[in-house]
């Protein structure tokens, strides 16, 4: 998986959206942007994927650039519930499973 | 919504012990996956399996083995357990999607302690 960038921590108000940015420059042509979270002692959830759109599902938004070379991940309405790590990773789209591998993420903490 | 269903959230064994770890997921996926995390060390991939009866060996398969007879269920087997696999196990699964473009699912995890 190629190299991602993301803060290591951020705050946010409840209520307001969060807008949390990944730099993946050295993305290729073929890899797909993820964005996954981990609350406190539970599993990895998935959020959301992309590939040169922007995706908008149930719980997120995700704005690529036009580039690729960065992205942002919004939560439109921040609850004490979105407080969590969230990973940003880049992947490749050919066929076959592999295995996921996470960096440090960013330390997403939303305050009342 | 998917499911993974991991057996145990919390499992205390000793050392030298078999320990089994059973997950299960409700969305009739080809693919699942183990792994364990550790602070510091992040997510290291342990086994997955594409296939009933069908394996392969992740980043760290010492000490582990895994057993899928059927579809929806994947187990680990920790064959003699030892005080350095104490850790917090993941088990996901996903699609088979084209390109491979599928995002995994994870259960909650076992937090797994051997004494």
């Known amino acids: 998986d190629a190299k ?8 946010c ?5 969060a807008n949390l940015p990944c730099n993946h420059s050295t993305i290729s042509g073929n890899e797909y942007v993820y964005w996954y979270r ?3 002692s539970q599993g990895p959830q998935y959020i959301i994927h992309g590939l040169k759109n922007n995706e908008t599902n149930e719980m997120a938004s995700l704005i690529i650039t036009e580039d690729r070379k960065s992205s942002t991940l919004i939560l439109p309405h921040a609850t004490l519930r979105d407080t969590a790590v969230y990973y940003c990773i880049v992947r490749y789209s050919g066929g076959g499973a592999d295995g996921l591998t996470f960096g440090k993420g960013t330390h997403l903490i939303i305050q009342p | 919504d998917v499911k993974v269903t991991q057996s145990s959230r919390y499992l205390v064994k000793r050392t030298g012990e078999k320990v089994f770890l059973e997950c299960v997921q409700d969305m009739d996926h080809e693919n699942m996956f183990w792994y ?4 510091g060390l992040g997510l290291r991939l342990i086994y997955f399996s594409y296939d009933v009866k069908m394996k392969e060996k992740g980043d760290i398969p010492e ?5 899928r007879e059927k579809k929806e269920r994947f187990s680990l087997i920790l064959e003699s357990a030892s005080t350095n696999q104490t850790s917090m196990y993941l088990c996901a699964s996903s699609p088979w999607g084209e390109g491979g473009n599928q995002p995994q699912h994870f259960g909650d995890g076992t937090r797994l302690s051997i004494l």
């Open chain 1, 4 to 11: 991602t960038t993301q803060p290591t921590s951020m705050d």
């Open chain 1, 13 to 17: 108000a409840e209520g307001r959206a």
């Open chain 1, 38 to 40: 981990q609350i406190h």
């Open chain 2, 36 to 39: 364990r995390q550790d602070p």
């Open chain 2, 63 to 67: 000490g582990y083995s895994v057993s």
